[in-house]
């Protein structure tokens, strides 16, 4: 294995470059496939949002993939969660996905599972829509994204295929070189035969996107062909393209269905050797950094494959869909005809069929309709309903309709339940995530968490099958011991209890503990797995430890054998870190660098970029003549966090005389610093909307939340079911409700500090629909009225734009040195003068720019003030620039930096201030002055849309 990995893509280790941090997420299932979980969840996302599955090459690791890559930036820009599984040494030598390997290439097993189970948890954590999950990886990664195409095709919207091969292809190391070089000749039908095997499944199939260099000799550009074959006759369509154009001048072809609907595409990268495309650069369609197999090839092969998968989708508008068959109230028995209609402004992608919540069938063309089998369940009241989705996700629900069952089932079976997470005799620090596995011949109802037989929570289902899981504070009980169980029932009332775990609650665990003794048994001589890199192990140690007790021994050399310039050698390890993180380690050192006063020589302990620890020589050597102690460096910056630690050693020569850092290092300890544990939950109250309200359409939910360390996030609920996350203040969520049934909703606020406390506020309660069903219209801007208006930083010195006809709209500070404010404007008079407004959004549409007046200062926003008339005359003049407003700030506009996009919905100020009898002007501004030259262009005229909803 050690010698395929080696050999298999050759990728060089990568350090991850400066992107937000990713966060590690444990307790999502079984694992069978024994990886790690990393995710990147946007600010403010909101629930039903798309997901991505990202998977890293041989020898990387998530951050360093998602750094380089881009998809962190696009998941901010086109608003989708993350997900970068992440291989372990002790799995595969260099950090592979074992997409060979027979135990990880089949459903329900191995990797593939684990990497379900992840996504499921996205989906319990975020409210992911399950209708929108992608996947995607590079060499190795692309191999395991052939094999989760295969194996679970039902979880899978779409994938795309970087330098990767065809599921299937064979199975061990040997098929496994056979298939990269020189590949593996089949026919399109036995390729489609190898997916179809893979799974029950019967269609409809993700679409497919494949990528690779025409000059690649790691994994041969023939793999692209057989690929191509293998998803084609699995979509049941030919292998001759339907379009044939170029994407930034490389050769770019599609294959359609009978429909016309686009479902394998290839880009073959002429000259480009093996790696992931990149085309570093802020403009709309460049992202990524180059690095090693991450090719500046001038496309960024990400963007595309995000718009092929329809992740740039700008279509806001939900279908319509109601449940026609069978009548509410309806006593039923056997199998029954479920029937549904649907509409939606873009076309209709599929309905499901759902009872009592759980989802029945799925059907993708008019007439919609499924069958059920009413006699398999219980006999009594059951709810259906019909759920529609469009190509761009967005959804909507019938109302329900209640029949009653009888010739059904008298259930006295009780569940199945077990306990996933912690283990028997675990170690408990901080905050976890308790999971449990529960299956019910009918279906389970809940699932409770207990602590010492007291109910601690009832946990939230990812997905059909599970796991049911709980988020869990342990500072909560007390240091010892202590017994966690799980209880499961079913909707017969049978219930069911899973086996103890005793576990052990203390909170100064360790983060890591090191002596490189193998004392976790596994054959290599570290104690813990996740280590890479290039230190080896030395028989010297600091402290004899427990088994075979060594050291980790790095050496780097420069000028030998006139190989000159910097070379390093590192060794590097994920760490969880605690409240109080400190690092204490011991270390021996020699570094040489005395030729010339060009030569150096260094050690140094990082963290992620940030160096905690070094000793550097120039022009001069150093020798350690015993081990030295370093004892208690504070880590404090990175409290709560999970980061990288990374010990280097580097030498640099300009001669052919030799340079070297040799260091060996042990006893590498992470502890928590002893302090009081912060046990006191935040301060939270829901403000918005009032109990007892009635609302319908677009509303926001707002809260408000205080603790003394800070909060790091709140949630929103409503009866019980979370819809909504926001990560800083003003903590608002805008609840569609829209395709919700009319009735009572309990609405809940629970606020988040960084120990993990939780608080929340309960106590409102509105009506849904009470005030008819929501309706929507959408105003263009007048291009006759709207323009952009110019001053100096106290208003002084206004005047009209000039450059409208040939820029568009200006806003941010100018190369002249004023600050830009746009004015449009909407005629409103086609709403009803009674109509409650309850909710708007205005969409504007990217021009140019040049830099980031988002960013200058850090933090600023783009608001939009409300006028409920014109600003003066309606024409756009100079006065416009700070006449008083009706409503300001109603609104916020995310950045963006290409395309359409949408404000926040306006607040109640900002709908109070639409103008129902005559026009309605917007002004946007930067809500703080940027100190350079940062200013952005958007569209004039009719691109400017303002979409207003209102009940009659």
Known sequence: MRTLAAVLFAVAALAARDAAALTEVTGFGSNPGNLKMFKYVPAGLPANAPLVVALHGCAQSAAAYDAETGWQMLADRWQFALLLPQQQSANNATSCFNFFESGDM??????????????????????????????????????????????????????????????????????????????????PAQWGAKVRAASSWTGPWPIVSIWHGDADTTVRPVNATESLQQWTDVHGIDQTPDVQDTFAGYPHKVYNDANGVARVETVL?????????????????????????????????????????????????????????????????????????????????????????????????????????????????HELRARAFDAAGNTATSAPVAVTVSGGIVDTTPPIVSLVFPADGATLSGSVTLAAQASDDVGVTDVVFL??????????????????????????????????????????????????ALVTITQNVAALDERYSNRDGNGDYFDNAGWSGDFVADAANATAGPGASQSSYGAASSGTGCSVGTKTKYLTRSVTFGASPRLSYARKLDLKANANASYS?????????????????????????????RENIDLAAFANQTATLRFEVGATANVCLEAWARANVDDVLIANADRDVDTTPPAVDLTAPANGATVSGSVDLVASASDANGVTKVEFYANGGLIGVDTAAPFVYTWNTSGLAAGSYALLAKAYDPAGNAGSDGDTTVN?????????????????????????????????????A??????????????????????????????????????????????????DPAGNTLVVDVNGGCYGGCAIEAADYGAATGASAASTIARFTSGTQNSAAFGAPGLAAINRAGRTQLRLRFAQNPAATNYVWIDKGATAKLKVEYVP
């Open 601 to 629: 020589a260094y050690f140094r302990v990082k963290v992620n970029a940030t160096t905690v620890d070094e000793r550097v020589v120039t022009y001069a050597a150093y020798a350690d003549t015993a081990w030295q102690r």
């Open 806 to 855: 040939s820029s568009g709209l200006a806003l941010g500070r100018g190369v002249d040195g004023k600050f830009n404010r746009a004015v449009l404007s909407f005629d409103t008079t086609a709403l009803p003068d009674g109509a409650t407004i309850t909710g708007a959004v205005l969409t504007v549409a990217w021009r140019s720019a040049s830099g980031n007046p988002w960013n």
């Open 768 to 804: 849904v629909g009470g005030g008819g069903a929501a309706t929507s219209l959408v105003f263009d801007n007048e291009d006759a009225n709207d323009g952009y208006v110019k001053a100096n930083a106290d208003g002084s010195g206004a005047a009209v734009g000039t450059l409208e």
């Open 269 to 381: 990268i002429t000259g480009m050797g093996h790696g992931t495309p990149v085309d570093p650069g802020t403009g709309p369609t460049q992202c990524g950094t180059a690095g090693a197999y991450i090719l500046d090839v001038n496309i960024c092969s990400s963007w595309y494959i995000g718009r092929f998968w329809g992740l740039d989708n700008t279509d806001g508008t939900p279908p319509q869909v109601a449940l026609t068959a069978p009548a509410n109230g309806a006593a039923v028995s056997g199998s029954i005809a479920l029937i549904a209609t649907a509409s939606d402004n873009a076309g209709v992608s599929r309905v499901e069929f759902l009872v009592d919540g759980a989802l029945l069938a799925s059907d993708a063309a008019a007439p919609y309709a499924a069958t059920w089998n009413s006699s398999a369940a219980s006999n009594g009241s």
């Open 451 to 500: 602590l010492d037989g007291n109910v601690l929570g009832t946990g939230n289902r990812a997905g059909a099958a599970g796991p049911w899981t709980l988020d869990w504070n342990t500072t909560s009980a007390s240091a010892g011991g202590h017994a966690i169980g799980v209880r499961a029932s079913d909707a017969s009332g049978n219930v069911a209890t899973g086996a103890n």
């Open 106 to 187: 089949q459903r329900g097993q191995g990797e593939p599972l684990s990497i379900k189970q992840m996504i499921d948890r996205m989906r319990t954590d975020h409210g992911s829509d399950a209708a929108r999950v992608y996947v995607t990886g590079l060499s190795a990664g692309g191999a395991m994204t052939e094999v989760l195409l295969a194996t679970y095709p039902d979880a899978f919207a779409g994938g795309a295929i970087v330098a990767g091969i065809p599921y299937g292809c064979g199975t061990g190391t040997t098929a496994a070189f056979n298939c990269m070089s020189p590949g593996v000749d089949l026919t």
